[in-house]
């Protein structure tokens, strides 16, 4: 039995600085499963477009995450797993912020999800949080939350 693998070719959507263009793929869908590799605020070029502002940048991450899943024949409802990785140190506010924002892009409960405090700086000086998720596609559809009838 072959599973078709396909990979998110997206037109424009971010790469890494200086002379080289990465090697990977921003997504992989293998039958109906996605994996979305870190996405960051970064422009076709490399720049980072909005250095040092978490919110900015939260919003700019969830954006490329939708773009790649999208692309891929998954919507937001279908991501079952969620990570983000934070550099420096957040106030309880931003952190709030930044939460509210990343699960007003998943319908309600959302999926499961771990947030990770890196240090100083993520692998980009300016680049604050970077997110990288799975989701099964159609599974959206058949969410229903614990206790619920199936």
């Known amino acids: 039995m072959t599973i078709e693998r396909r990979t998110a070719q997206l037109p424009g959507h ?33 720049n980072v477009r909005h ?48 939460y509210d924002i990343r699960f007003g892009y998943f319908p309600a409960p959302g999926p499961t999800a771990t947030g990770i405090l890196i240090g100083k700086e993520l692998n980009i000086p300016g680049i604050c949080v970077e997110v990288n998720a799975v989701a099964v596609v159609g599974s959206a559809a058949r969410n229903q939350s614990e206790g619920e009838a199936a």
């Open 14 to 46: 971010w790469q890494v600085p200086g002379q080289f263009t990465i090697n990977h793929s921003h997504g992989i869908r293998v039958g109906d499963m996605i994996w979305v590799g870190g996405q960051e605020d970064l422009d076709e070029h490399g």
């Open 51 to 98: 250095p040092g502002d978490v919110v900015a940048q939260t919003h700019a991450v969830m954006q490329s995450l939708q773009a790649v899943i999208e692309s891929l024949g998954g919507t937001m409802g279908d991501v079952v797993q969620f990570n983000t990785f934070y550099a420096g140190e957040l106030s309880v506010e931003e952190w709030q912020r930044t």
